[in-house]
């Protein structure tokens, strides 16, 4: 099969990945509007909701991806699979530290982080501190999330795109089973749709396992924060997160706005952003996936432009390469 047409499978079952999980979360912020409306509870839930995705934005599906799949695919494409795994394990066992602390000082300074991001609910002490609980069940999912992040990653590098493409609806059956089947049941039935957050993080993170474990996966923990791979992946990744932090700064300022004006802002902002989201996520993220680099595109690179010191546009036109991501060489 031509790369062209890989590129157009690969591109298929992203968009169709992605359209399946739009369409479950339409049904999931449907279920919720039926169920709690727009106001008092639902301000506290998405803030807490959107405080973890924020982050993960940033430093998860955003940057990582960009930096580590080409990265990965160079270890796995110009030397031994084994290489490529302790990189990956290397890459995965420095994560674990650092989401680790993250979460930990986020659900130590949650007050200080709502605080900043919804002023106005700061007056407003039942919300403040019903978002405060919330976001810090919420918060953990940035650990999980960006775990199943890095798996993603792995899969997409060996050109195996279902799974990763298919995970994002059990967060969105999560939320449904939740406020269906545990909110009823709870003191706080808002609260249900936090604890739903943690089981749809869980069941993505291990919906990668198998197919990770069929792919040859060998995770060695690796916490000497050494490996030159390492290295690259934070430098790689510097360059994303100033540019995905101006959209999430703005996401940011839209809700310290928000805060400040009649309740159930929040919600109608969320609803409305939903909406915005879905032709971006079929066909942008899709594509954009699809086309990082392919193994045939490396061994072309490494083997008309290895004297350069950074890989970058050498591929020819059908290689599958995406001028965005430079490949430092080893």
């Given at each position: 099969m031509s790369e062209n047409k890989k590129l157009l499978k690969a591109t298929g079952i992203i968009s169709s990945g992605t359209f399946l999980s739009r369409i479950f979360g339409f049904?999931?912020?449907?279920?919720?509007?039926?169920?709690?409306g727009a106001g008092f509870a639902t301000d506290a839930f998405f803030v807490a909701f959107k405080i973890p995705?924020?982050?993960?934005?940033?430093?998860?599906?955003?940057?990582l991806s960009a930096a580590f799949i080409p990265l990965f695919t160079e270890y796995f494409t110009t030397k031994s699979k084994e290489d490529a795994w302790k990189f990956a394990s290397a890459i995965f066992s420095t994560l674990l530290v650092i989401l680790f602390t993250v979460t930990l000082l986020g659900i130590i300074f949650m007050p200080a982080i709502i605080t900043l991001l919804a002023p106005g609910f700061y007056h407003e002490l039942h919300k403040f501190n019903l978002t405060v609980y919330l976001t810090r069940i919420t918060f953990p999912y940035i650990f999980l999330i960006s775990l199943t992040a890095l798996s993603m990653g792995i899969l997409n590098s060996l050109?195996?795109?279902t799974v990763p493409a298919m995970s994002p609806v059990l967060l969105n059956l999560?939320?449904?089973?939740?406020?269906?089947?545990?909110?009823?049941?709870?003191k706080i039935p808002v609260s249900g749709l936090a604890i739903g957050v943690i089981i749809g993080g869980l069941l993505q993170f291990a919906f990668h396992i198998p197919p990770l474990l069929k792919s040859g996966l060998k995770f060695t923990p690796d916490f000497s924060f050494s490996h030159p791979g390492v290295k690259k992946v934070v430098l790689l990744m510097a360059p994303s997160v100033i540019g995905l932090a101006v959209t999430q700064f703005n996401i940011f300022v839209d809700t310290l706005i928000a805060s400040l004006l009649t309740e159930g802002s929040i919600s109608y902002l969320y609803y409305a952003d939903r909406v915005m989201q879905l032709p971006l996520g079929v066909f942008g993220t899709a594509i954009g996936t699809a086309i990082l680099p392919t193994p045939r595109c490396i061994r072309h690179c490494?083997?008309?432009?290895?004297?350069?010191?950074?890989?970058?546009?050498?591929?020819?036109?059908?290689?599958?390469?995406?001028?965005?991501y430079p490949l430092l060489r080893a």
């Open positions: 049904i999931r912020d449907m279920v919720i509007a039926k169920i709690f995705n924020l982050l993960r934005r940033l430093l998860g599906e955003g940057a050109r195996h795109f999560s939320l449904i089973g939740a406020a269906f089947f545990i909110c009823p049941y709870l490494y083997r008309d432009c290895y004297s350069a010191d950074t890989i970058f546009l050498c591929c020819k036109e059908g290689y599958g390469w995406n001028e965005r």
